[in-house]
């Protein structure tokens, strides 16, 4: 009798895109999620950035990976989570988020919203309400995340924007997570009942144990397909 075979189980992930113009905060934005994630909650994160060369209103962008397990698959992956902070990232990202993934926009700035099941808060119009700044309507937004959808714990947020923003913007900062965290609930609480979205809920990432590695021969494979596709600036550099 032959033994059936046995597929090691590949861990959790979770795809995130924090996307808006340039000059929003999206670069902290994404390394604030990704050291909550990762030194706060003991997760695996790969973390990568663009920005287009304006200072500011350029497009801009910030992903970060999250799992238990080893992450060895980064690109092409459809977006579990996507933030949009003005109307050109919702519209030119969108597409690239999973048919069940959950879509947050600022309302303040995204007025035109592609699907009915997009989680609309005025991120902005909040940060200078209740915190007397437009400025920080990103870290609202990272607060907002986390009241909604359970990525990261609100407490492992406090810690990393305590550990990375300088001491004298740590109240205001503070206040600006608190008040997105607030906000995100506030809407849960507002949604008629019997809608209930539990892929949203991302919890288990911290809640299952570190699922064992992909097969070498898989990793082999992917890496080989990383190494076949140069970019233009490597295939620039061999042509010189």
Same mark, same amino acid.
């Given at each position: 009798?032959?033994?059936?075979? /046995?597929?090691?189980?590949?861990?959790?992930?979770?795809?995130?895109?924090?996307?808006?113009?340039?000059?929003?905060?999206?670069?902290?934005?994404?390394?604030?999620?990704?050291?909550?994630?990762? !030194?706060?909650?003991?997760?695996?994160?790969? /973390?990568?950035?663009?920005?287009?060369?304006?200072?500011?209103?350029?497009?801009?962008?910030?992903?970060?990976?999250?799992?238990?397990?080893?992450?060895?698959?980064?690109?092409?992956?459809?977006?579990?989570?996507?933030?949009? !902070?003005?109307?050109?990232?919702?519209?030119?990202?969108?597409?690239?988020?999973?048919?069940?993934?959950?879509? !947050?926009?600022? &309302?303040?700035?995204?007025?035109?919203?592609?699907?009915?099941?997009?989680?609309?808060?005025?991120?902005?119009?909040?940060?200078?309400?209740?915190?007397?700044?437009?400025?920080?309507?990103?870290?609202?937004?990272?607060?907002?995340?986390?009241?909604?959808? #359970?990525?990261?714990?609100?407490?492992?947020?406090?810690?990393?924007?305590?550990?990375?923003?300088?001491?004298?913007?740590?109240?205001?900062?503070?206040?600006?997570? #608190?008040?997105?965290?607030? !906000?995100? /609930?506030?809407? #849960?609480?507002?949604?008629?009942?019997?809608?209930?979205?539990?892929?949203?809920?991302?919890?288990?990432?911290?809640?299952?144990?570190?699922?064992?590695?992909?097969?070498?021969?898989?990793?082999?494979?992917?890496?080989?397909?990383?190494?076949?596709?140069?970019?233009?600036?490597?295939?620039?550099?061999?042509? &010189?």
């Amino acid at each position: 009798m032959s033994k059936s075979l /046995q597929i090691p189980a590949l861990a959790p992930l979770v795809a995130a895109r924090l996307s808006g113009a340039g000059g929003q905060g999206l670069i902290l934005m994404g390394k604030l999620l990704a050291e909550a994630a990762a !030194l706060h909650e003991g997760l695996n994160v790969v /973390q990568t950035k663009s920005y287009g060369p304006e200072a500011r209103g350029g497009a801009c962008r910030s992903d970060v990976i999250i799992s238990p397990g080893e992450i060895d698959d980064l690109a092409g992956l459809p977006l579990d989570i996507l933030v949009c !902070l003005s109307q050109a990232s919702c519209d030119r990202f969108f597409g690239e988020l999973a048919p069940q993934g959950l879509l !947050l926009v600022d &309302s303040t700035q995204v007025t035109v919203v592609p699907t009915s099941r997009a989680v609309e808060l005025p991120l902005t119009a909040t940060a200078a309400s209740a915190c007397g700044s437009k400025m920080v309507a990103n870290v609202v937004a990272l607060g907002a995340l986390s009241g909604y959808c #359970q990525v990261v714990k609100f407490e492992s947020l406090v810690a990393a924007v305590k550990a990375t923003v300088r001491p004298a913007y740590h109240e205001l900062n503070l206040k600006a997570l #608190q008040a997105g965290y607030d !906000l995100a /609930q506030a809407h #849960q609480r507002a949604r008629p009942r019997g809608f209930v979205v539990h892929e949203w809920d991302f919890s288990y990432l911290r809640e299952q144990p570190a699922a064992k590695p992909r097969p070498a021969r898989i990793r082999a494979k992917a890496k080989a397909k990383v190494k076949a596709a140069p970019t233009a600036a490597a295939a620039r550099r061999r042509a &010189s």
